[in-house]
């Protein structure tokens, strides 16, 4: 593991029979606690890629690095990585704050694969996503809950950086053509403990939601002290980023009237998703961290870079943006393609039971009522 503390000439060398792959994903902090399934899901894809040939005649070898630090630290890191030679591309979970910091230093250099559900918005050259966005994700889902719920006033809870307020900025739109509003919003630092004050503002607002825009553990804590004060009786909570550990980490208590959206959840009852829970057991035991579609987002990645490098037969990155509207991979999301460097993917609404996910729609992406 590629650490702050370590200098990366201490771990890596160049190889020229290996096209190393810097994977970006958290193993500290708020995100941490699905860490351990990015990193399995993408060895899994990595062993693959290398059972068909690799890339290019090359070997993929994952070079791990830890994104939950500082955005700056984690991209000085990476972009080291680059510097010497032995990181040919670059993919990962990581918040967008870390994206940000790292996009500019590397994609004009390197492929970019960027796995995690984000904002929107992202156009910097070298960079491709196989990650949901609200418009995809959120606006369907609102339009369905009104519709289906009654769902009018929303209260937002999110993490003070540029992921939640950008989708709070979009979701108050949404919010307004289903004929309702954001009654408030809360931002908080990432790695809040104490929710009190949050939760007594949306018991004193007439809120009958809450757009959870949370990171890992600290969206697990507000679960629990959401239940305990009663306000899960009063409020239906939606979240683009609740996953499959997120929820059991919360608690059966904890995730009553709990809505999730995502273009991934391991309690789909299709072939892809059972084929790969298979490939997930059969490879790392049934004791495995559980699959969820935060960590399957990095086998999503993995195929998504040796695809795009395969289709131009370069690391050029210029070359490989040139190709990549041509380029498709099948994977446990299904036959997928990209679009203005987006994967274009299906969507589904999942509705917590008890620590289990109960997908209950397949969003109309374009906005049309069910």
Same mark, same amino acid.
């Given at each position: 593991?590629?650490?702050?503390?370590?200098?990366?000439?201490?771990?890596?060398?160049?190889?020229?029979?290996?096209?190393?792959?810097?994977? =970006?994903?958290?193993?500290?902090?708020?995100?941490?606690?699905?860490?351990?399934?990015?990193?399995?899901?993408?060895?899994?894809?990595?062993?693959?890629?290398?059972?068909?040939?690799?890339?290019?005649?090359?070997?993929?070898?994952?070079?791990? %690095?830890?994104?939950?630090?500082?955005?700056?630290?984690?991209?000085?890191?990476?972009?080291?990585?680059?510097?010497?030679?032995?990181?040919?591309?670059?993919?990962?979970?990581?918040?967008?704050?870390?994206?940000?910091?790292?996009?500019?230093?590397?994609?004009? *250099?390197?492929?970019?694969?960027?796995? $995690?559900?984000?904002?929107?918005?992202?156009?910097? +050259?070298? %960079?491709?996503?196989?990650?949901?966005?609200?418009?995809?994700?959120?606006?369907?889902?609102?339009?369905? /809950?009104?519709?289906?719920?009654?769902?009018?006033?929303?209260?937002?809870?999110?993490?003070?950086?540029?992921?939640?307020?950008?989708?709070?900025?979009?979701?108050? $739109?949404?919010?307004?053509?289903?004929? !309702?509003?954001?009654?408030?919003?809360?931002?908080?630092?990432? &790695?809040? #403990?104490?929710?009190?004050?949050?939760?007594?503002?949306?018991?004193?607002?007439?809120?009958? +939601?809450?757009?959870?825009?949370?990171?890992?553990?600290?969206?697990?804590?507000?679960?629990?002290?959401?239940? +305990?004060?009663?306000?899960?009786?009063?409020?239906?909570?939606?979240?683009? /980023?609740?996953?499959?550990?997120?929820?059991?980490?919360?608690?059966?208590?904890?995730? @009553?009237?709990?809505?999730?959206?995502?273009?991934?959840?391991?309690?789909?009852?299709?072939?892809?998703?059972?084929?790969?829970? &298979?490939?997930?057991?059969?490879?790392? !035991?049934?004791?495995?961290? @559980?699959?969820?579609?935060?960590?399957?987002?990095?086998?999503?990645? %993995?195929?998504?870079?040796?695809?795009?490098?395969?289709? @131009?037969?370069?690391?050029?990155?210029?070359?490989? !943006?040139?190709?990549?509207?041509? =380029?498709?991979?099948?994977?446990?999301?299904?036959?997928?393609?990209?679009?203005?460097?987006?994967?274009?993917?299906?969507?589904?609404?999942? *509705?917590?039971?008890?620590?289990?996910?109960?997908?209950?729609?397949?969003?109309?992406? #374009? &906005?049309?009522?069910?």
């Amino acid at each position: 593991m590629f650490r702050p503390d370590s200098p990366p000439h201490d771990w890596f060398t160049a190889d020229d029979s290996v096209l190393g792959v810097a994977l =970006v994903f958290p193993l500290q902090g708020s995100a941490g606690i699905f860490g351990p399934t990015c990193e399995l899901c993408a060895q899994l894809a990595a062993e693959e890629v290398n059972r068909a040939g690799g890339v290019l005649g090359k070997e993929l070898r994952l070079l791990p %690095v830890d994104g939950g630090g500082a955005p700056r630290e984690v991209a000085d890191h990476v972009e080291a990585l680059v510097d010497l030679g032995v990181a040919q591309g670059v993919t990962g979970w990581h918040i967008s704050s870390v994206r940000q910091a790292l996009a500019p230093r590397i994609a004009h *250099r390197v492929p970019y694969v960027y796995t $995690a559900l984000y904002e929107g918005g992202e156009h910097t +050259a070298g %960079v491709f996503l196989t990650s949901e966005t609200p418009r995809d994700q959120l606006r369907p889902a609102i339009g369905l /809950l009104a519709h289906e719920r009654g769902v009018r006033r929303w209260f937002v809870v999110g993490n003070d950086y540029v992921w939640p307020r950008r989708t709070a900025r979009a979701a108050h $739109a949404y919010a307004r053509e289903s004929g !309702g509003s954001i009654q408030g919003e809360v931002y908080l630092p990432l &790695g809040t #403990h104490d929710f009190d004050a949050v939760l007594r503002r949306i018991e004193r607002s007439d809120a009958d +939601a809450v757009l959870l825009l949370l990171v890992g553990s600290d969206a697990v804590r507000f679960n629990r002290a959401f239940a +305990a004060a009663g306000l899960d009786a009063r409020c239906l909570r939606l979240s683009t /980023l609740m996953d499959e550990n997120m929820l059991m980490a919360s608690g059966p208590t904890a995730t @009553a009237d709990l809505y999730s959206t995502a273009g991934f959840f391991a309690s789909l009852a299709n072939q892809d998703t059972l084929d790969f829970h &298979g490939q997930y057991a059969g490879r790392f !035991g049934v004791e495995a961290p @559980a699959l969820g579609s935060l960590g399957e987002s990095c086998y999503e990645g %993995v195929l998504l870079l040796a695809a795009l490098i395969g289709r @131009a037969g370069t690391l050029d990155v210029s070359a490989i !943006g040139a190709a990549a509207e041509t =380029v498709s991979y099948e994977g446990p999301r299904g036959l997928v393609h990209l679009r203005d460097r987006h994967v274009r993917q299906r969507i589904y609404l999942a *509705r917590a039971d008890g620590v289990d996910f109960d997908v209950v729609a397949e969003l109309d992406l #374009h &906005g049309s009522r069910p």
